[in-house]
């Protein structure tokens, strides 16, 4: 038998994966939690449950799983596993309803531990999340997105071939095993070469975790098929304001009930076009400027970098306009990109809270990654 550490969302999508019968337990830092159920399965606070967690095999289920390991090694407890770290997006389900039952967002404890991670990140460590965007245009009209087809500020520019091998040759001589995504603030498919560059990617990092995000308009089987040669996760997010799954993503999806292999490798997440999320450093068209996230650093500096089309590197996934560049790919290494002034600069002023920094300062944007 096995207890889950982790009694949140990412829990629940692990208790779908290893199924009730094989768990007895699950546990949870927050005390609220203690005494509660999941599916019948009950739920105990940590420091109850530390006895149990000695004789028991452990899945950690949360995005803070570091964390919980670091936890659980000062108990002397090593033998766990860990569930939904490896993937973008990694959950069981083929299409996802992402307005069905929301698990509440306990944002207090995301700060927290957010500024825990950044205080406790050693300078030299490299990047664990690359995106490579290889053409800065979308189709989309999603009324959340500062570069929608209706708006884009962005002079157009696609990827010269170049470019590209020298960032993907640079990772392979990095041995680079972390995630990768040739697609950032834009739809990928309107890159024809999108299949060859995901082939020349995966021949020279045979190790990297891929995934890549599109909207799902311009997906035939015929793409797709090719495509997931390269891939590890393809993530759809399929916008239609009434919920339903459009023709071409309708395809994929009996396509893949009938592989199951493939029905592994994708998820279908059902999202409106007019939501409201975060608002990206205050670019985002239709959110709120106000911010309440001054004291809270970011991850994203610490473990990401994107690339846009010209070879420029900017700020975050956030900076979808390109607005804070913090180097060029085209003209220096990764590494000295990496490991320069401007992402130290940038890194130094967010451990003691976002509102040191400028580009910063706006951003409502808080997750762990």
Not at 57 to 80: F, N, P, V
Not at 110 to 117: A, D, F, L, S, T
Not at 301 to 313: L, S
Not at 325 to 337: F, N, V
Request: glycine share 6%; with cysteine; proline share 4%.
């Amino acid at each position: 038998m096995s207890i889950i550490f982790g009694a949140g969302a990412t829990g629940k999508k692990a208790l779908m994966k290893y199924n009730n019968e094989s768990i007895e337990l699950f546990v949870d830092n927050d005390a609220s939690k203690d005494g509660t159920t999941i599916q019948g399965i009950p739920v105990a606070h940590f420091e109850k449950a530390i006895d149990r967690l000695k004789d028991a095999h452990i899945i950690i289920a949360c995005k803070a799983w570091e964390t919980i390991a670091d936890q659980l090694k000062e108990y002397g407890i090593s033998d766990y596993e860990v569930y939904g770290n490896v993937g973008y997006i990694d959950i069981p389900e083929l299409i996802l309803n992402t307005y069905e039952d929301p698990e509440p967002v306990n944002k207090e404890w995301m700060r927290v531990e957010i500024n825990k991670q950044v205080k406790a990140m050693a300078e030299d460590v490299l990047f664990n999340h690359v995106e490579i965007e290889t053409v800065n245009r979308c189709n989309g009209i999603c009324s959340f997105c500062p570069v929608n087809r209706n708006q884009d500020p962005r002079e157009y520019k696609m990827m010269d071939i170049e470019v590209f091998k020298k960032i993907i040759d640079e990772l392979s001589e990095l041995n680079y095993d972390g995630k990768l995504a040739l697609f950032s603030n834009n739809e990928p498919f309107l890159d024809d070469r999108i299949i060859e560059l995901h082939k020349y990617a995966r021949a020279k990092l045979p190790n990297a975790r891929m995934h890549l995000c599109t909207n799902g308009t311009l997906l035939t089987m015929e793409i797709f098929n090719s495509l997931m040669l390269y891939l590890d996760e393809l993530i759809i997010d399929n916008y239609n304001a009434e919920l339903k799954v459009i023709p071409s993503v309708q395809k994929i999806v009996d396509y893949c009930e009938e592989h199951e292999e493939l029905k592994q490798k994708v998820t279908v997440l059902l999202r409106k076009p007019d939501e409201v999320l975060t608002n990206r450093g205050g670019d985002a068209p239709n959110a709120n400027f106000q911010n309440d996230e001054g004291a809270t650093s970011c991850l994203l500096p610490f473990k990401q970098m994107i690339i846009r089309p010209d070879g420029k590197v900017s700020l975050c996934c956030n900076d979808a306009l390109g607005r804070c560049t913090l180097g060029d790919a085209s003209k220096e290494s990764l590494q000295e990109i990496w490991f320069g002034h401007k992402f130290k600069h940038v890194r130094e002023f967010l451990k003691e809270g976002r509102a040191n920094f400028a580009r910063c300062k706006n951003c409502d944007t808080i997750f762990l990654c």
